[in-house]
């Protein structure tokens, strides 16, 4: 029986690559979405860590993952090309962390190999915050689009394999592709470097509307916020954990502050929605909209941003 013809009421079998600090996370939301996983972990402190929560079987190499239906690639960044080109002769769906990979060349190489059956895990694409955006943008509810801004700080970064840039941007590209359809053209970078490493940048991309970003390690605190400015008024998600948009409508009050309504918004995890759409994928559902040409595309936008930048 293949996955596809598999009952919903079945526990699909999945594959952990990697159980590092958000590997775990992983591995938590799909045993509650009752799947039967599969660790592969290098490390023997990962591993144990891993133990702690139940997966179904560990191992230590690629090569000892017994047959599943489905693989989630969660190893560094910079890892991920090798890492799902290792997995692809397997035959199976796979859902890679973020970036697709580092590089656009080998995020070519592997949409070239396996597109149809490659997918990548870009979460803020399932947060519901930036769903209901993206339906503002779409009813044009506030008028007609006229810029998008996101930003993205805190202090440092746990992922030393990679930079900043790679770490934090793509998570801004795919919201801009969530709400306007798209990735606007980069128009401009700057960059903060430290250490003769990026850690800050500040860019343009499109025009009508226009996209703007800022992402950055070298602030006190973690905030994240998404603005979308429209004609008739502005619409924003707060914060990752906000259980609503506030939405500033032009018409102003007599003494002329905006009318400020906040429209409700799930707080279900984004990690677990995304998770369950490819564990339904793999009962027979629809494959998840994050695919393999997204995840090539905001490749792409990044290494444009980097060329813009100098680096």
Not at 63 to 84: F, K
Not at 177 to 183: D, E, N, T
Request: charged fraction near 25%.
């Amino acid at each position: 029986m293949t996955a596809q013809e598999k009952s919903g009421h079945d526990p699909v079998a999945v594959g952990l690559v990697g159980c590092g600090r958000w590997g775990r996370n992983i591995l938590r939301d799909l045993l509650s979405l009752r799947c039967r996983v599969v660790v592969v972990e290098p490390n023997p402190e990962n591993r144990q860590l891993a133990a702690t929560l139940g997966p179904a079987e560990i191992v230590n190499d690629i090569s000892r993952l017994p047959p599943v239906e489905g693989i989630i690639a969660a190893t560094p960044a910079t890892t991920h090309a090798a890492v799902v080109e290792a997995l692809l002769d397997r035959g199976v769906p796979i859902f890679c962390e973020k970036p697709l990979t580092t590089d656009p060349a080998s995020a070519a190489r592997l949409v070239n190999r396996a597109s149809d059956r490659l997918f990548v895990m870009h979460i803020w694409r399932y947060h519901c915050g930036i769903q209901e955006l993206a339906e503002i943008a779409r009813s044009q509810q506030l008028g007609p689009v006229l810029a998008l801004r996101t930003e993205r700080t805190n202090w440092t970064s746990p992922r030393q394999d990679t930079d900043s840039i790679w770490t934090l941007v793509p998570h801004d590209l795919t919201i801009a592709l969530a709400i306007l359809g798209k990735i606007p053209a980069p128009r401009s970078a700057a960059v903060e470097i430290i250490a003769d490493k990026p850690v800050s940048i500040t860019a343009m991309l499109g025009d009508t509307p226009w996209f703007s970003l800022n992402s950055s390690t070298r602030y006190r605190e973690k905030h994240r916020e998404v603005r979308l400015h429209c004609e008739d008024g502005v619409a924003v998600l707060p914060s990752a954990e906000s259980r609503y948009i506030e939405i500033l409508r032009s018409t102003a009050t007599p003494d002329r502050t905006p009318l400020i309504e906040r429209r409700p918004i799930s707080g279900e995890s984004a990690l677990i929605r995304e998770l369950t759409v490819f564990v339904q994928y793999l009962r027979g559902g629809p494959p998840p909209p994050t695919d393999a040409h997204e995840g090539l595309a905001v490749v792409n936008a990044v290494a444009a941003l980097r060329r813009l930048a100098e680096i």
